[in-house]
């Protein structure tokens, strides 16, 4: 593993901003795309491959999901269990069978029609790590790291504590896309980003979700929680605000 | 037991009078034979209930809620979940017994049915009835039955809200009733997920009489499949034949809503309460139309790759405000081109209404129509209807009615009885124009120059279905994609065969084409037999003398019209291809047992 690979989790949000010279422009000019075609439940999020992962260096890149285009489907969520909780038949590894519930992805439902898929959303300033009390290693990971290949998140089950620090930081500070599992307390729900290839992404029917490889939204301000979007969008589409006394009928 | 791959081999058994909850275990051939959904549906109802003539709204009556074979996979739209139990609707001419009726099944979109065989099951059977208000939770092997006091009287649109509050988790699925179903409305539905209903039949109404106003279902399991490997090879495929064809396009632009004007252009719409086949005002309450003016969203079922379902708001006008899918195919013509209804706003406003009281709008807007005819022609007087002008196209009217039948009250009462009762209660006629069979409401589908409509209506098992498949090859093929779990919209993006291939895929058991059709004919068979069993004979297979008397005025079937020597005809051709005596419709013997059915 590279220096600079080992060292990212410590990147401070303005180290963010300032990223390494080789990758500054490039960084910038999708920055610059990114601002002027992607607003949060904005009308229209063309599919954007922004930038090119290097062989050398790992890519920041991250899910992104356009409300405009969600029906509900929860196809994504099949795809997600599929694909990252694998089956053994006779000593072969296989897709397994999709129980949303495995899912990493999960989509939440409103009335009136709203749905809103939640997923990490790779916040680069990540609160879950922050949060967690685990000692460094002497690879500078906590229990809760960046895979060096994919910059994903990753739970060590050797070295969590199962405190449930990180989920209440994603909970309380983000979207609720990390959860303590309800029997270990372990932290759950990790996108894995399937090795680089987002199966969710990939199977959408409606191309509702993109893979944005390089391109930073911004956790905090992309990351909010279910409640917050389906609210905003109701009030968009429907005229109605969200709970109780909603002008219907 | 050992039970067969592609099944959890457990039903759900909920005595609600007792309290008792109790995993009953399925033979593993009632699976081979009759699959799951509406063909296991079958036989858990005839298991059930071993004599004719028991009361639909008593205790005994089994309400069953059925996922298919294939829900719980993530196979394209597998979806559905199908209510099965006694109609409260249906009636014979005459019979020996005194609550003779027959069977229901009524199949509902959504996440419903998979969320079921999630959490452990291949089915609820909910049997017995409250003392007071309850609905039933599952989560797992969890299953309690809880307090639903302080819900009853709720529509199902605000109840859809309070019950996700009550229970914490946005991810719990839940189907319900609305006052109709509790005011034991016999036409009243079960609805899921913000208005997908189990419409027909009236399932809602026997929910009702159980005291129970909700089935919330949360789970983290799945049954296995037998052939892994072939499974993911079929799944992948299954997955591609829906992408880009004119179809599935056509299917997430206007959902059922397009069929608004193209049914009414070739003639086959129901139109003023069944008199015409075109309704010259379709555009203004057809898919078209509300795509641009109410639709704001696209929803999709399960793994549904069409999203039919749409929502919107009325913008302006009178109704602005309202919040609701607007015209499908169906409503869009029940309580719009059946009642000349061309105020798309208003109509949906009337929908939003029949949902959130839980009425199935198929059948309260052929009630609707009947009385508009009534009134139009005399027949009844403002005093009959408590004062409201049922005027065609009054649609401040209708929702008038729709409150007055969902809490039967004066006209509502009488209303809630259904067509065949008011034609009787009219008299001087009114039957000829009473679109029924057997006592359930004709849908949104005239035949005035379709024979094989009226033979679709006529024959099917829960009395006038249009989705029951226009010759016995095609029945057949609907019971067997009706116990799959896939919608009858959405299997048409399968290829040929694949059903059965994904059901050996599923269970291992070799499924030919011909086995598979096979199982298709004993479910329809079982279902016929249970009707037969009822009392239910040839008298019964009869449809409105309209069809044979009133030409069509407008359109470009203009003069079309059945004809009765024909029809008899084609009924006596459909009686013996089934191997069904003609005279009777008894299912012979020797057919039954070629089907396994020796039982009956």
């Known amino acids: 593993m590279s220096e600079q690979e080992a060292s990212f989790p410590k990147l401070t949000i303005r180290e963010l901003f300032h990223p390494p010279l080789q990758d500054r422009r490039s960084f910038i000019k999708m920055m610059v795309i990114g601002g002027l075609t992607i607003t949060v439940g904005g009308v229209v999020i063309p599919r954007l491959r922004f930038g090119v992962a290097h062989a050398e260096s790992p890519q920041f890149s991250m899910i992104l999901v356009d409300f405009n285009k969600c029906t509900g489907c929860r196809t994504c969520e099949t795809v997600c269990g599929q694909y990252n909780h694998k089956a053994v038949v006779n000593g072969e590894q296989l897709l397994g069978l999709g129980n949303p519930y495995l899912s990493n992805i999960r989509v939440y439902s409103f009335n009136p029609d709203v749905d809103v898929p939640i997923v990490c959303v790779m916040c680069r300033d990540n609160p879950c790590i922050e949060a967690c009390p685990v000692e460094e290693d002497e690879d500078g990971r906590r229990a809760l790291y960046r895979d060096p290949k994919t910059l994903a998140i990753k739970n060590d089950p050797e070295r969590c504590i199962t405190c449930g620090a990180c989920a209440e930081a994603c909970r309380t500070q983000r979207v609720e896309a990390i959860v303590p599992n309800p029997k270990t307390n372990r932290p759950e729900r990790m996108c894995t980003l399937c090795d680089g290839d987002p199966q969710c992404v990939k199977y959408c029917p409606y191309g509702a979700l993109d893979h944005i490889v390089g391109g930073y939204i911004g956790g905090s301000h992309y990351g909010l929680p279910a409640e917050k979007i389906a609210k905003e969008l109701i009030e968009r589409w429907y005229g109605v605000k969200l709970g109780k006394g909603g002008a219907r009928g | ?600």
């Open chain 2, 1 to 600: 037991m050992k039970s067969l791959s592609g099944y959890h081999g457990v039903v759900l058994d909920v005595d609600l009078s007792s309290g008792k909850i109790n995993r009953k275990e399925i033979d593993p051939k009632d699976f081979r034979n009759f699959i799951g959904g509406r063909g296991l549906g079958i036989k858990l109802l005839w298991d059930a209930l071993r004599k004719p003539g028991v009361d639909p709204l008593s205790p005994e009556n089994p309400l069953l809620l059925m996922p298919g074979a294939f829900s719980g996979f993530p196979l394209p739209s597998a979806s559905r979940t199908c209510v099965v139990t006694k109609s409260p609707i249906t009636t014979p001419k005459k019979s020996k017994h005194k609550h003779a009726s027959t069977i229901t099944y009524s199949n509902m979109g959504g996440f419903f049915g998979p969320e079921i065989r999630f959490a452990g099951y291949d089915g609820i059977m909910v049997r017995g009835s409250a003392d007071r208000p309850v609905y039933l939770f599952i989560d797992d092997d969890r299953v309690e039955i809880r307090k639903a006091q302080k819900f009853w009287g709720m529509g199902t649109d605000e109840f859809d809200r309070a019950f996700i509050d009550e229970l914490g988790d946005r991810r719990i699925r839940s189907c319900y009733i609305g006052p109709a179903g509790e005011n034991l409305v016999p036409y009243a539905c079960i609805i899921n997920t913000t208005a997908r209903a189990a419409g027909r039949g009236g399932t809602g109404c026997v929910m009702g009489s159980k005291n129970l106003k909700a089935v919330a279902v949360r789970g983290s399991r799945q049954p296995d499949v037998a052939m892994h490997k072939r499974f993911l090879e079929l799944l992948e495929e299954s997955r591609k034949g829906f992408e880009g064809t004119p179809s599935t396009e056509n299917w997430r632009r206007y959902g059922t809503g397009s069929a608004l004007i193209w049914a009414s252009d070739i003639g086959a719409q129901a139109v003023k309460n069944y008199r015409e086949g075109t309704y010259i005002h379709a555009d203004k309450i057809g898919g078209v139309a509300a795509r641009r003016k109410i639709w704001q969203r696209d929803f999709a079922c399960f793994v549904c790759p069409l999203a039919c379902k749409k929502s919107g708001r009325a913008p302006l006008g009178p109704y602005a405000g309202i919040v609701h899918d607007g015209p499908e195919y169906e409503t869009g013509t029940m309580l719009g081109a059946n009642l000349l209804i061309d105020d798309m706003e208003g109509m949906m406003k009337a929908i939003w209404h029949g949902d959130d009281f839980g009425l199935d709008i198929i059948s309260v807007g052929n009630v609707i129509g009947f009385l508009m005819e009534a009134y139009d022609k005399g027949l009844i007087d403002l005093d009959v209807l408590d004062g409201i002008d049922l005027k065609w196209g009054n649609v401040d009217a209708v929702i008038q009615m729709l409150h007055k039948i969902a809490h039967r009250e004066g006209i509502g009462e009488k209303a809630s009885k259904g067509v065949h009762y008011l034609a009787e209660e009219i008299g001087r006629e009114s039957h000829k124009f009473a679109a029924h069979c057997k006592g359930h409401s004709l849908a949104a589908w005239n035949c005035h120059y379709r024979p094989t409509q009226a033979l679709c209506y006529v024959t099917a098992n829960r009395g006038a279905c249009h989705l029951n498949g226009h010759s016995a090859e095609d029945q057949n093929s609907t019971a067997l994609v009706d116990s799959t779990g896939v919608c009858l919209f959405a299997h048409r993006g399968y290829r040929e065969n694949a059903l059965a291939d994904i059901m050996e895929a599923i269970t291992t058991r070799e499924w030919s084409s011909e086995e598979y059709s096979k199982a298709g004919e004993r479910i329809y068979n079982l279902e016929k037999s249970f009707n037969f069993r009822e009392g239910f004979r040839r008298e019964d297979d009869v449809i409105a003398d309209r069809f044979f008397e009133e030409p069509l005025t407008i359109g470009r079937r203009k003069g079309a019209v059945l004809d009765r020597g024909q029809f008899e005809e084609m009924m006596n051709a459909y009686y013996a291809e089934r191997g069904w005596d003609s005279k009777t419709t008894q299912p012979s013997k020797d057919r039954l047992k070629a089907l396994g059915l020796d039982f009956v």
